[in-house]
């Protein structure tokens, strides 16, 4: 099902939740809803869930508007962040709630047994069907949230936050295993977090917000690499923040000149230039433009790439990654002074 | 092994530093238990002795009395009127103040915890005040020929009065500390508001239910101020047990007295006992979760 939400607007009290929002859900996607906390991520979620209602815009469930309609009439699927499962019943009645409590078209029995049944095994938790919440890890209650939301065949599944209270190793199994689920069942799918890994794993199209508004909508590569403003390009990721004083049309850092990807509109006097650690590359002696003198403060070679911490003559600290290779041919030490050289680099112009 | 080792040294250590010497720590066993004898075990072993000291025939006569028994049946009438009432506004009062924010609930809890605030007997004239003759509604009962002072309805508003905030305050608590989110989630289900209730709500809170509910029998049956200001002490009539009880030690019939008292006792042991069992499982239920118990004031 494809949801429309249009210029939606939410304050509690004098904060500012959501401003002028405006998103498109596709029909069968499974999109992420990223940023910081206090952004409006979970609010926008429960809006779309119809926990919470807008002050202003619209909500359209394939063309319909659905700005006003309860919880009940939405037939959305929602899982909390802290699974919410009803402590008192085992995880086959957990599973079997929102079946036995339709009014109308109710399954017999034998029709709820085989339902749950089936979600006990899409969820893998056949052999946990008589335990309760309490008995179970936070990983596999997570999938009885799923499994429960799943039951009522639900239109759109919409999950706050689904791993932020599991830890590391659980949450990345989890993750690639409903990036899987979602693949087979193709319910159109909104889920919130504040971590940027998490969202380019595993969603079709990333939304980053930040303070009520949206930043960036895009699949996850082009939201990566071509960054629509600073503060998308600073919350994916680690990033090198230089800012440049532009002079007779030429850029310099420091006072170092720093030629610029693109030349910068006349009437600039200011722009910052963003370098992630690995468009990084560190020189022994320079060799052409853009190469910044630093010294090296702290090398951690323990990883995948070697990660150095570097401070330039100004006293900004910037981090470089490198590959073990290049680190070993370079044979770095701490104190020593070198030169980065920028790869790649995003800049945005400051009037 | 020297992982072990030293880990039991640091324990050793750590176990001296926080425990106070030996005759510290029995001193202070021996003082908690001779002011448990003094105050508590002496006087309830004294009621029982006092009540049974002219023998088995006068106790059994004493709580046989047809006084007596009419002092027995107002009480548990009383309660059985109060308990229920207070029980379906405890549940109400909690389930809005811990699962909405409306304008005015902070004024609603503070109201909540007025009648623990209020002497017993201050609350018993309110009523005297609202419904006795020279009262506010007096001359239209009068006129209308409906007795609540000094009447069986007086004496059960006064107790749901003074007891009106066990429940309530049992609940509020517990209900905040379990939060809206599954409720919630019962709603994204597709149920309604009463079956959410009944199957989401009311299992999670039951056991602080009922023990909201055996306090506030307890003090039903045990409330003598203000119930003694509204009750007019009628013989047969309008006196509950603690009435019944002062009137007896007034006129010298200490063993009566006693006796009926033992029978007031015995049901706040029952009642202790029953006590003891729901916390127990409420402690079980919310396994580590924030609770806390209500401690009431007493008059």
């Known amino acids: 099902m494809k949801i429309e939400v249009q210029n939606v607007t939410k304050r509690f009290g004098g904060f500012t939740a959501l401003d002028n929002v ?15 906390s206090g952004c409006g991520k979970t609010t926008l979620l429960r809006i779309l869930s119809g926990l919470e209602f807008a002050d202003s815009g619209q909500v359209l469930f394939d063309g319909e508007d659905a700005t006003s ?26 599973i079997a709630f929102g079946l036995r409590v339709r009014r109308t078209g109710r399954p017999s029995r034998v029709g709820i047994r085989s339902r749950v049944e089936e979600l006990l095994k899409l969820v893998r938790l056949e052999s946990l ?53 979602h693949d087979e069942v193709q319910i159109t799918s909104v889920f919130v977090t504040h971590d940027q890994e998490e969202a380019l794993e595993v969603a079709d199209r ?59 509109p006349e009437s600039t006097r200011t722009a910052l230039v963003y370098v992630r650690p690995h468009q990084l590359d560190v020189l022994h002696d320079p060799v052409g433009p853009n190469n910044l003198p630093a010294t090296i403060k702290l090398i951690n070679p323990a990883g995948p790439q070697v990660k150095l911490e570097l401070t330039t003559d100004w006293g900004q600290i910037i981090h470089a990654d490198l590959s073990q290779e290049r680190y070993r041919s370079l044979q770095l030490q701490p104190a020593t ?4 050289a920028t790869k790649e680099m995003k800049v945005f112009h400051a009037a | 092994m020297k992982n072990q080792q030293q880990g039991r040294i640091a324990r050793s250590i750590a176990e001296r530093a926080t425990t ?19 105050f508590v075990v002496l006087p309830l072993a004294v009621v029982f002795v006092a009540a049974l000291q002219k023998g088995l025939y006068t106790y059994w006569e004493s709580i046989s009395d047809p006084m007596a028994l009419a002092a027995i049946k107002l009480t548990f009438i009383a309660a059985g009127i109060a308990v229920p009432l207070n029980m379906v506004f405890g549940v109400a009062a909690s389930w809005a103040i811990a699962k909405f924010d409306f304008p005015g609930k902070q004024v609603l809890t503070t109201l909540i915890d007025l009648p623990f605030s209020v002497s017993p007997v201050v609350s018993g004239l309110i009523f005297v005040l609202i419904f006795g003759l020279q009262g506010w509604f007096g001359p239209w009962l009068n006129d209308h020929d409906i007795k609540i002072i000094f009447a ?56 602080g239910l009922l023990y909201g509910v055996i306090l506030c029998n307890a003090r039903a049956m045990g409330e003598f101020g203000a119930v003694s200001v509204v009750s007019g002490h009628i013989r047969g009539l309008t006196n509950t047990m603690p009435l019944h009880i002062e009137i007896l030690y007034n006129e010298y019939h200490s063993a009566a007295a006693f006796a009926v008292a033992s029978l007031l006792a015995l049901l706040a042991l029952v009642t202790l006992a029953l006590k003891s069992i729901v916390e127990w499982r409420v402690k ?12 009431e004031p007493t008059t």
């Open chain 1, 69 to 94: 309609q309860s919880v009940r009439a939405r037939r959305v699927g929602f899982v909390f962040q802290h699974y919410a499962l009803f402590r008192h019943m085992t995880v086959f009645e957990n």
């Open chain 2, 284 to 295: 079980q239920q919310l396994r580590g979760g924030r609770h806390t118990l209500v401690e």
């Open chain 2, 152 to 207: 069986v309805p007086g004496i059960v508003l006064a107790t749901i009065f003074v007891t009106f905030p066990f429940v309530a305050r049992e609940l509020i608590p517990l209900m905040q500390a379990q939060g809206t989110e599954e409720e919630e989630a019962a709603l994204t289900l597709g149920a309604g508001g009463w079956q959410t209730f009944r199957r989401v709500t009311l299992p999670n809170i039951k056991w």
């Open chain 1, 337 to 340: 002074r070198v030169f980065l």
């Open chain 1, 129 to 181: 069907a008589q335990r309760y919440p309490a008995q179970l890890s936070g990983g596999q209650r997570q999938r009885v949230a799923l499994a429960r939301a799943l039951a009522v065949e639900p239109r759109v599944l919409l999950l706050d936050e689904p791993f932020g209270a599991l830890d590391a190793k659980v949450r990345q199994e989890l993750r690639r295993w409903l990036r899987r689920l």
């Open chain 1, 206 to 264: 990333v939304v980053v917000m930040n303070r009520g508004r949206v930043e960036q909508i895009g699949p996850p590569d082009q939201v990566y690499h071509h960054p629509a403003t600073p503060f998308v390009c600073d919350f994916l990721g680690n990033v090198n923040l230089f800012e440049c004083e532009i002079k007779n049309g030429r850029a310099f850092v420091g006072g170092v000149p720093f030629d610029l990807a693109e030349s910068p």
């Open chain 2, 20 to 38: 106070e010497p030996r005759w510290i720590r029995w001193g202070l066993i021996g003082v908690a238990l001779a002011f448990l004898a003094v």
């Open chain 1, 22 to 36: 405006n998103l498109e859900v596709q029909s069968g996607e499974l999109l992420a809803l990223l940023g910081p």
